[in-house]
Nanobody, 123 residues
């Protein structure tokens, strides 16, 4: 059974940092592209970052230069380092896996999803 479990969310003030983790099981992690989505009340779901099985990363313009996606294949974990956080970053963040090794921010699809972790940026 494929399972993705996010952790690391919380409350942070503007300008602060958080690191999200997504632990995967039930799949050959190194063969999947991984991504992070976010969704806030009243907003559409947004794909913010993607990392391919080869380690190439892609970002939405809204987070470029502030967020970094990485993966540790030996631990079946993908991370999202979030710096210089803004109130508009407040959302539930979801980890997702794409079966395809080669994908980009434009073509990524979520074949599997985690339950999400809440990130709140407020002073």
């Amino acid at each position: 059974q494929v399972q993705l479990v996010e952790s690391g969310g919380g409350l942070v003030q503007p300008g602060g940092s958080l690191r999200l983790s997504c632990a995967a099981s039930g799949l050959t992690f190194g063969s999947y592209a991984m991504g992070w989505y976010r969704q806030a009340p009243g907003k559409e779901r947004e794909l913010v970052a993607v990392i391919t099985s080869g380690g190439n990363s892609y970002y939405a313009d809204s987070v470029k230069g502030r967020f970094t996606i990485s993966r540790g294949n030996a631990k079946n974990t993908v991370y999202l380092q979030m710096n210089s956080l803004k109130p508009e970053d407040t959302a539930v963040y979801y980890c997702a896996a794409d079966r395809r090794r080669l994908t980009t921010i434009a073509t990524f699809r979520g074949d599997y999803w985690g339950q999400g972790t809440q990130v709140t940026v407020s002073s």
